[in-house]
């Protein structure tokens, strides 16, 4: 089973608003990432969890918070956003990061569509 | 700095009328090249990862191929259903992030 889940599957929000994007994996898998991913562009890395640690976070502005419960829950709470941070929220998994030699393909999730009012 | 290109940006085929798409790429250190299948509003479908210069995999009526500097997916006779982007991407960085091209897509028509 190669499954990612998120919830919900699409979000309105208003600027005011304090929302929250949730994924899970049952891989045993010990990497997660959060992307963005805007209309006819690749998808942009925000964030990646190792461990459940935060491992890498791509200058993304504090209105985005993550937060890793435990190996198979990932996070993504939400608070005074723009209108230019509406798009498509992606979650995904690897095996374990890249190091040396070694890398992992990603297994991505339906993803979030994101609207802010 | 490393970087992956797509060619062509949109490639519209006649069903049954077989092509390739092109991903170039350049990395210091291929740690594996990953193509995707991305439908619209949808995430991106793993498809396949190759390592190695000469590799090849299939899965149905594609067959992706790796060179040293590219990779090529083989797409045999293509069904509407095929209709879709597709993206490559390699690892890049210290802890192998995903670097996208900014994908294909493809359209067959009946």
């Known amino acids: 089973d190669t499954e990612v889940t998120q919830t919900p599957k699409h979000l309105v929000m208003g600027m005011t608003n304090k929302k929250s994007l949730k994924c899970e994996q049952h891989m045993g898998h010990r990497a997660m990432y959060w992307y963005k991913q805007k209309a006819k562009k690749p998808p942009e890395l925000m964030f990646v969890?190792?461990?459940?640690?935060?491992?890498i976070n791509e200058s993304v502005p504090s209105r985005f918070s993550p937060e890793c419960p435990n190996s198979s829950l990932l996070n993504l709470h939400l608070h005074a956003l723009q209108p230019e941070d509406s798009a498509l929220y992606l979650c995904?998994?690897?095996?374990?990061?890249?190091?040396?030699?070694?890398?992992?393909?990603?297994?991505f999730g339906p993803g979030t569509r994101l609207t802010v009012t | 700095e490393d970087q992956v290109t797509q060619s062509p940006e949109a490639l519209r085929l006649q069903e049954g009328e077989s092509s390739s798409l092109n991903c170039s790429y350049t990395?210091?250190?291929?740690?594996?090249l990953f193509w995707y299948r991305q439908d619209p509003g949808k995430g991106p479908e793993f498809l396949f990862t190759l390592y190695s210069a000469g590799e090849e995999k299939e899965k149905e009526r594609l067959k992706a191929t790796l060179t040293k500097k590219e990779s090529f997916l083989h797409i045999t006779a293509p069904k509407p259903e095929d209709s879709a982007t597709y993206l490559c991407a390699v690892p890049g960085g210290s802890q192998g992030n995903l670097i996208f091209g900014k994908g294909t897509k493809l359209s067959v028509k009946p």
């Open positions: 990395v210091s250190g291929l740690r594996g």
């Open positions: 969890y190792s461990y459940e640690k935060l491992s």
């Open positions: 995904a998994s690897s095996q374990d990061i890249g190091a040396g030699s070694v890398s992992y393909e990603q297994y």
